[in-house]
């Protein structure tokens, strides 16, 4: 929350002159603009720290009683003269800065001003400041928050001279103006086509393609270029990883305690399909939509079905609850920019976003089923018969297993009545029930579930004349003991001709005469093993109780009837499991996915969703515990991005619709959202500082305008990233010079305006990346199975092909800001800390990479050291040394004996790769 935290200093009693005295009336007009204007912005910016609950420095500013009180010492407002009020002169950021988090947008602080000119206007002189409902924040946040407002198609202000190019230089150029700043230099070839190169592909270009650029005299020479890098299958590569990075891209599920791989068998299948959509230039639009809902246009075998991984591939957690919210999460903080999922255990404390909205949204994402579609030709892989050959051979094991133990679960239950009866009918505990047993040195091991079958047998068919069981109910009625003494007084009734007992019952009782809760036990044993037999002989079929006559048919009617505690159904068999059932199952199972991960041959599947064939709507879990159970909402989008007269979702889950909410023309938020994500991605700062945050706690962007225009774009050029990327790359703004210049910094110390390109250092795939390509040891074919880069010998893939363990992530990547894989990450952090220049310095990949860039030339006894040198500086920074370079590393050579002399050539390789000039785009 943005506060208001005043010093000590400013903290003084409020003066108050004859206009505001304590007994003011104001008026409706005045009134009104408090409860829209003022009020959201002391709840938002102030009321944290200086409210009832903490009063920083002595001061509230949650009542208009507490305000004119003040604090512990001073006058911080002159009422009527916003002018003299060092409280606005803190919120102005003329004196102190406050709220230390960010200055307000300028219209909350003219908001302020007018206030204290009018003299603090309050509904009420004893009123607290309480928080608008949530109906009045829902409306208010439409009506006020910048970005909740829709995208408008500004002018392009007109600017004075020569130096724009296109209609982003003049919104930049005209803000610039404002401040007083002038535009940086252009930057020279060199840096630009190295720049666009990193920015587009995540490689460095080649000498021959700077020397082709530096000398092309086209006027058109630079949009050549940046044709050739969209064109070109890396690109996909580049901005894919990018997106991977909001998918929270791992290729493994997380820590499940289950015995299982942890590894995803198909999570490449949706890395591919992310780059080649970029590759291909899907309109962003659609892009997301395939993602949320390809099954509902996509037919089985079509590519666009992998994009369904951006809902599969999270991490999977061992609540069902936190799964699903990892789903949402990836969405709408994703895509929409918005934190919906703090609204899980109540209302968010900041965004007009409710329960009911992540209720709402849980009800879409929690009734799906998982499945691996074909996204491709089943034997598209010339191997596929041999894979399919062994994965056939792993199937029949594992569905022998299966149908092993699910035939000796049935016949059990139609076998063992004596072992599930007593245990149902019985009060004992389990080891005294064991004596009871025939045989007692043939120890079994009892199903619990088959046991609680007959338990919820009992419940259901509970008569006390009921013609076949009553002698049992009434057993388990008493108890053992008790049925033990009363045993003779009932089998006189039971076995008396008058008795409704079934007469195969009456008679077996009478000739068995059971005296004991076991041997009554025992005696429904024998009655039920025939019947028992003609099921299993019947393979399980209940109408086996026709093939017996009489008294025996009644019998077999009521226990292979509706309620039976014999007939089993598959969740039946599956939850008569023993533990030692399970784990070679999962054991068995484990054997095919790893088959599947590992093999060649293995057909193109993806880890996709399918709606459930029952869909209902949600109910809202009281504080986020699905054991409360609260109101029920509809499958519904978010309220403050919704029109009121929009219908709940009733298409299957509801997915199709919401993607369409998402991209549709009237969602503020997803163009703005990707917008933002793409300029970050050429000048390493976003226009909306905060890229996973755009609701009531973000600032506005510095350059409002200029994010609406290329919202519009965007959306008007068919929703093309490629057509953005070229558009933002042949603007002045991002062609200038990234060298620092005092004055322009001292009044835009941030470069929120963009004064100049912002210098960046490579992310850890450019970099490991980079050195391979310099190297010429770079393999960048597209596509497949993740390999393990780091284990040597390293593989030359391009890093994005890496195995990702999000359980066990490399100490190697996180040293380089690499982002977790357990949640989306909207922006990578940037350290520097020594163990990046540790890597660097000692590790064998970097030196092997120097030894290859060296190898091509230094054994040529045709070259002098100057055109080693040379040929160094241009493999692997594109230019010639300067003299100082030169005769520093001529020197560092040339001390040296010949045996020596090769040796060195590899460390000044090395010290050349690791430099800034390589490790830093400018």
Same mark, same amino acid.
């Given at each position: 929350m943005r506060?208001?935290?005043?010093?000590?200093?400013?903290?003084?009693?409020? +003066? !108050? +002159?004859?206009?505001?005295?304590?007994?003011?009336?104001?008026? &409706?007009?005045?009134?009104? !603009?408090?409860?829209?204007? #003022?009020? &959201?912005?002391? /709840?938002?910016r102030c009321v944290e720290c200086h409210g009832p609950e903490k009063q920083e420095s002595g001061l509230r500013l949650d009542a208009r009683a507490a305000i004119v009180k003040g604090g512990d010492s001073g006058a911080a407002v002159v009422v009527g003269k916003p002018d003299e009020s060092e409280l606005i002169q803190a919120i102005r950021y003329e004196t102190f800065e406050m709220p230390p988090s960010g200055q307000m947008p300028a219209e909350e602080i003219a908001a302020i001003e007018k206030w204290v000119k009018l003299g603090l206007p309050w509904p009420e002189e004893s009123e607290p400041l309480q928080p608008a409902s949530f109906d009045q924040r829902l409306v208010d946040d439409k009506q006020h928050h910048w970005a909740y407002q829709p995208i408008k198609n500004p002018p392009a202000p007109k600017v004075e001279g020569n130096w724009a190019t296109n209609d982003i230089d003049h919104f930049v150029q005209s803000r610039l103006s404002e401040k007083g700043i002038t535009p940086s230099e252009k930057a020279?070839?060199?840096?630009?086509?190295?720049?666009?190169? !990193?920015?587009?592909?995540?490689? &460095?270009?080649?000498?021959?393609?700077?020397?082709?650029?530096?000398?092309?005299?086209?006027?058109?020479?630079?949009?050549? %270029?940046?044709?050739?890098?969209?064109?070109?299958?890396?690109?996909?590569?580049?901005?894919?990883?990018?997106?991977?990075?909001?998918?929270?891209?791992?290729?493994?599920?997380?820590?499940?305690?289950?015995?299982?791989?942890r590894r995803f068998p198909y999570a490449h299948a949706y890395r591919d399909y992310v780059i080649d959509s970029f590759n291909l230039d899907t309109p962003y639009d659609e892009f997301l939509k395939e993602q949320i809902a390809a099954d509902y246009f996509a037919e089985e075998g079509d590519r666009r079905l992998a994009g369904l991984g951006l809902i599969r591939i999270g991490r999977q957690f061992l609540k069902h609850q936190d799964t699903i919210d990892d789903r949402i999460d990836v969405v709408t903080r994703g895509v929409l920019g918005l934190t919906v999922t703090c609204a899980r255990c109540h209302d968010h404390k900041y965004d007009a976003i409710n329960m009911a909205d992540y209720y709402g949204?849980?009800? #879409? $994402?929690?009734?799906?089923?998982? +499945?691996?579609? *074909?996204?491709?030709?089943?034997?598209?892989?010339?191997?596929?018969?041999?894979?399919?050959?062994?994965?056939?051979?792993?199937?029949?094991?594992?569905?022998?297993?299966?149908?092993?133990?699910?035939?000796?679960?049935?016949?059990?239950?139609?076998?063992?009545?004596?072992?599930?009866?007593?245990?149902?009918?019985?009060?004992?505990?389990?080891?005294?029930?064991?004596?009871?047993e025939q045989n007692e040195l043939d120890s079994k091991n009892i199903r619990p579930h088959l046991?609680?079958?007959?338990?919820? $047998?009992?419940?259901?068919?509970?008569?006390?004349?009921?013609?076949?069981?009553?002698?049992?109910?009434?057993?388990?009625?008493?108890?053992?003991?008790?049925?033990a003494s009363q045993a003779e007084t009932l089998l006189t009734e039971w076995t008396?001709?008058?008795?409704?007992?079934?007469?195969? #019952?009456?008679?077996? *009782?009478?000739?068995?005469?059971?005296? =004991?809760?076991?041997?009554?036990?025992? %005696?429904?044993?024998?009655?039920?093993? &025939?019947?028992?037999?003609?099921?299993?002989?019947?393979?399980?079929?209940?109408?086996?109780?026709?093939?017996?006559?009489?008294?025996?048919?009644?019998?077999?009617?009521?226990?292979?009837?509706?309620?039976?505690? @014999? #007939?089993?159904?598959?969740?039946? @068999?599956?939850?008569?499991?023993?533990?030692?059932?399970?784990?070679?199952?999962?054991?068995?199972?484990?054997?095919?996915?790893?088959?599947?991960?590992?093999?060649?041959?293995?057909?193109?599947?993806? /880890?996709?969703?399918?709606?459930?064939?029952?869909?209902?709507?949600? @109910?809202?879990?009281?504080?986020?515990?699905?054991?409360?159970?609260?109101?029920?909402?509809?499958?519904?989008?978010?309220?403050? *991005?919704?029109?009121?007269?929009?219908?709940?979702?009733?298409?299957?889950?509801?997915?199709?619709?919401?993607?369409?909410d998402i991209v549709a023309d009237d969602n503020p938020l997803t163009a703005r959202v990707m917008v933002n994500r793409v300029w970050m991605g050429h000048f390493d700062q976003p226009l909306v500082l905060t890229p996973g945050d755009f609701g009531i706690r973000s600032d506005p962007p510095a350059l409002p305008?200029?994010?609406?225009?290329?919202?519009?774009?965007?959306?008007?050029?068919?929703?093309?990233?490629?057509? *953005?990327?070229?558009?933002? /790359?042949?603007?002045s703004t991002y062609q200038q010079s990234s060298k620092d210049r005092p004055e322009a910094r001292e009044k835009d110390p941030e470069n929120r305006l963009f004064w100049r390109m912002n210098r960046r250092r490579l992310s850890f795939e450019e970099m490991r990346d980079g050195m391979?390509?310099? =190297?010429?040891?770079?393999?960048? =074919?597209?596509?497949?199975?993740?390999?393990?880069?780091?284990?040597?010998?390293?593989?030359?893939?391009?890093?994005?092909?890496?195995?990702v363990d999000r359980q066990d992530l490399p100490n190697l990547y996180r040293a380089f800001d690499y982002p977790s894989p357990d949640a989306m990450s909207p922006e990578r952090s940037k350290t520097s800390v020594p163990q990046q220049a540790l890597y660097l310095l000692n590790s064998p990949f970097v030196q092997r990479q120097a030894q290859w860039v060296t190898q091509k030339w230094k054994d040529d006894a045709s070259l002098t050291d100057e055109q080693r040198l040379e040929r160094l500086f241009q493999t692997v920074l594109q230019r010639s040394p300067t003299s100082?370079?030169?005769? /520093?590393?001529?020197?560092?050579?040339?001390?040296?004996?010949?045996?020596?002399k090769w040796n060195k050539w590899d460390s000044v390789a090395q010290v050349v790769m690791v430099s800034n000039d390589f490790m830093f785009v400018d």
């Open positions: 506060t208001l935290a005043l010093p000590l200093a400013l903290l003084v009693t409020i +003066t !108050f +002159t004859s206009q505001a005295s304590a007994d003011s009336k104001f008026s &409706p007009e005045h009134i009104e !603009f408090f409860e829209k204007s #003022v009020r &959201p912005v002391l /709840m938002k020279e070839r060199r840096t630009l086509i190295r720049r666009a190169t !990193f920015d587009l592909t995540g490689l &460095p270009p080649t000498a021959e393609e700077v020397a082709a650029f530096v000398n092309d005299q086209d006027p058109n020479a630079f949009e050549k %270029v940046i044709d050739r890098l969209l064109a070109s299958n890396q690109y996909g590569v580049k901005w894919g990883r990018i997106w991977l990075d909001v998918a929270r891209y791992s290729d493994t599920r997380g820590y499940l305690n289950d015995g299982q791989d949204l849980y009800g #879409v $994402f929690d009734q799906l089923n998982e +499945t691996t579609p *074909l996204v491709g030709p089943i034997d598209a892989d010339p191997k596929y018969p041999e894979f399919k050959k062994k994965l056939d051979e792993l199937q029949g094991e594992l569905n022998q297993h299966i149908a092993k133990v699910d035939r000796a679960i049935q016949m059990e239950a139609s076998t063992n009545f004596f072992d599930f009866i007593v245990r149902a009918v019985s009060k004992k505990q389990d080891v005294e029930i064991a004596k009871f046991v609680s079958k007959w338990k919820l $047998f009992a419940d259901r068919e509970w008569k006390a004349d009921h013609p076949i069981w009553a002698p049992l109910f009434k057993a388990r009625e008493l108890g053992d003991d008790a049925y008396a001709e008058q008795s409704p007992l079934n007469p195969a #019952v009456r008679d077996a *009782l009478k000739a068995a005469q059971p005296k =004991s809760l076991p041997a009554l036990v025992d %005696v429904y044993d024998e009655l039920l093993k &025939p019947i028992g037999q003609a099921y299993r002989d019947a393979e399980f079929n209940r109408e086996a109780s026709d093939k017996f006559e009489g008294a025996p048919r009644q019998i077999a009617k009521s226990l292979l009837g509706r309620n039976s505690p @014999v #007939v089993l159904n598959e969740n039946d @068999v599956r939850r008569s499991y023993f533990t030692s059932d399970r784990n070679h199952q999962k054991k068995l199972e484990g054997k095919i996915r790893g088959h599947e991960i590992d093999s060649a041959g293995s057909p193109p599947r993806a /880890m996709a969703v399918v709606d459930r064939e029952n869909i209902h709507d949600p @109910v809202i879990f009281l504080r986020g515990d699905p054991g409360r159970r609260g109101d029920r909402v509809p499958r519904q989008f978010i309220r403050v *991005l919704n029109d009121e007269s929009d219908a709940a979702y009733n298409n299957g889950s509801g997915r199709l619709e919401l993607a369409e305008l200029l994010l609406d225009h290329l919202s519009t774009y965007l959306r008007t050029n068919d929703w093309s990233l490629k057509k *953005l990327h070229k558009y933002i /790359m042949l603007s391979l390509k310099v =190297s010429g040891a770079l393999d960048d =074919s597209l596509g497949g199975r993740a390999v393990k880069i780091l284990e040597v010998p390293n593989p030359p893939r391009r890093t994005v092909y890496g195995f100082e370079e030169s005769e /520093m590393f001529l020197k560092y050579v040339e001390a040296s004996n010949d045996e020596e």
